[in-house]
C-alpha cells in the first residue's frame, strides 16, 4: 500500500468514494480519522492491489470493512471472501462490520478495532520489529 502504482481510474474511483461514504462509514471515519482511535493513524478509501478498501492502518496492518445489506447475499459473500483471502495473503488482518453495528454501537466497533490492532502488534515477528527500530 502507498508506493504501489495504482491506475488512475482506480485512483478516481477512490477519491469518488471518499466524497459519497455511506452514513455508517461517514460515522465510523469520524472515530478513526485524525488519529482519534488511540493514536492510530487510518486511512480511508484506499487503492491497495486489485481493491478499494473502506480504512487501513499501516502501522498495524489492519483493514477495516463496513459492509452494507448486500453483502450478505452468495455472489457479494463469494468476493469478500476473495478479496479477504488476497488482502490476508499481503499480511493484512480484516475486520469486517455491518453498517448497522457502526450505527447503533460504535463504542463496541471501536473497541473491536482497538483490540485487533494490539493482537496485530504481537504478531509482528521480534526481527521485524527490531528493523523499525533507529
Not at 471518499?18 to 493513524?41: I, Q, V
Not at 463504542?107 to 482497538?114: E, F, K
Request: with cysteine; glycine share 4%; net charge negative.
Amino acid at each position: 500500500m502507498g508506493h504501489d502504482f495504482v491506475p488512475s481510474r482506480q485512483r478516481k474511483n477512490a477519491k469518488s468514494m471518499r466524497r459519497a461514504m455511506t452514513d455508517a462509514e461517514l460515522k465510523l471515519w469520524n472515530e478513526l480519522r485524525a488519529h482519534r482511535l488511540m493514536g492510530m493513524s487510518f486511512r480511508r478509501q484506499v487503492p491497495t492491489g486489485p481493491y478499494i478498501i473502506d480504512f487501513a492502518c499501516s502501522a498495524h496492518r489492519l483493514i477495516v470493512e463496513v459492509d452494507g445489506s448486500q453483502h450478505a447475499d452468495a455472489e457479494h459473500s463469494a468476493r469478500d471472501e476473495a478479496r479477504s483471502a488476497y488482502l490476508k495473503a499481503s499480511g493484512w488482518t480484516i475486520l469486517r462490520f455491518w453498517n448497522d453495528d457502526v450505527i447503533r454501537d460504535i463504542d463496541n466497533v471501536c473497541q473491536h478495532i482497538v483490540i485487533a490492532a494490539g493482537e496485530a502488534c504481537a504478531e509482528v515477528p521480534e526481527k521485524a520489529t527490531e528493523e523499525l527500530v533507529p
